[in-house]
């Protein structure tokens, strides 16, 4: 399968068609294949340069005869950036048409969270656990909070509905909602459940991130078309059409690939960190400059104060002693004289 959707593929201009063998089934998606999935001990290349020379280039075959009529209504593939072992969460990616070259600049980011009750509360990438007998139900791969949301709508249709949503990641040994009844079942528990009350997911404590910036260009060029069109019909036999001749329309094989590069704009990446806006130093730093500011007070100020206070208890104190002992003074000279 991998041969019939990949015609060419190059990473740092070595040739990795070898490496795009991962593929898997996500419901609306059908096939899926990863590159640099880094599973079943896969080698993981590295990005050492930035620009488009040094990314990740691939041709691939679209195969428009295989589209099945009235779900078959756009041509191209999806493409998500995201990072080893996450669950893809194909909603978040990009389309890339058929007859067309498309770039993709790609940064990276990352998001450090504060863990705790008065911060986000973020988990630092426990499996998600229910409860109950179904410990089946868990987040494969890397903790994500797209992850954690699917396994807890699996887990709640398979307790109400006896299978699992077609549309969404399966569970080894489960059974997916075929019939309509059981489809019906799915499809409302997913459109009815509230996250918060139904699902206890945490942001994770640490994420990471790409942002990308796609560009278009007409592929292939007038000059490299014939070449081109030679090539694929010597390399692919698949390109013969149900007549058993081969497809001689130069637009139709046009609208059979996509041409796709992605490489990073630059190697630097920026981390975003969750601080707290006021921790216990800086609400008594606070306070003690809203005193000096609206009322001219200081730390030397207060220790003035506290020495006037001493001064007055230590002035006092020094009365009351010596008043009672000229009390007793006199107390002892009237005892004298009687």
């Given at each position: ?16 068609i ?59 593939i ?64 890397t ?29 080894a ?39 990308s ?10 000059v ?54 006021m ?19 200081s ?36 005892s004298?004289?009687?």
């Open positions: 399968m991998t041969s019939q959707i990949c015609c060419k593929g190059a990473f740092n201009n070595e040739f990795v070898q490496q795009i063998s991962t593929s898997s089934l996500m419901g609306s998606m059908a096939n899926c294949f990863t590159f640099n999935s880094g599973l079943n001990g896969s080698l993981t290349p590295k990005s050492l340069v930035a620009g488009p020379l040094y990314g990740l280039s691939m041709t691939l075959f679209v195969n428009q005869k295989q589209y099945i009529p009235g779900l078959g209504n756009q041509a191209g999806r493409v998500l950036v995201h990072r080893q072992g996450e669950l893809p969460n194909m909603d978040k990616g990009f389309n890339v048409p058929p007859g067309l070259r498309s770039s993709v600049a790609l940064s990276y980011y990352e998001i450090e969270r504060l863990k705790g009750e008065y911060y986000s509360n973020c988990t630092s990438g426990v499996e998600f656990t229910p409860h109950g007998n179904f410990s089946d139900f868990v987040i494969p791969g903790y994500s909070l797209q992850g954690c949301y699917e396994m807890c709508i699996q887990l709640l249709t398979y307790k109400r509905c006896g299978c699992l949503n077609s549309l969404l990641t399966p569970v040994g489960y059974n997916i909602c075929m019939a309509e009844s059981a489809g019906i079942c799915a499809a409302s528990v997913q459109f009815n459940m509230v996250y918060k009350e139904d699902c206890s997911c945490q942001l994770p404590c640490k994420e990471a991130k790409y942002r910036t796609v560009s278009f260009s007409d592929w292939p060029s007038a490299y078309e014939p070449s081109w069109t030679s090539y694929m019909k010597d390399r692919l036999s698949i390109l013969i059409d149900d007549s058993g001749q081969n497809i001689s329309s130069d637009h139709s094989i046009k609208n059979e690939f996509v041409d796709i590069n992605i490489y990073f704009d630059s190697l630097e990446h920026h981390v975003f960190t969750e601080r707290a806006a921790t216990f130093e800086d609400l008594v730093g606070s306070i003690g400059g809203h005193l000096g500011l609206w009322i001219g007070m730390v030397i100020s207060f220790l003035e104060i506290f020495e006037l206070i001493a001064g007055l208890f230590s002035v006092c104190g020094k009365f009351v002693y010596k008043k009672k002992k000229d009390k007793t003074i006199e107390k002892k000279a009237e004298e004289e009687d």
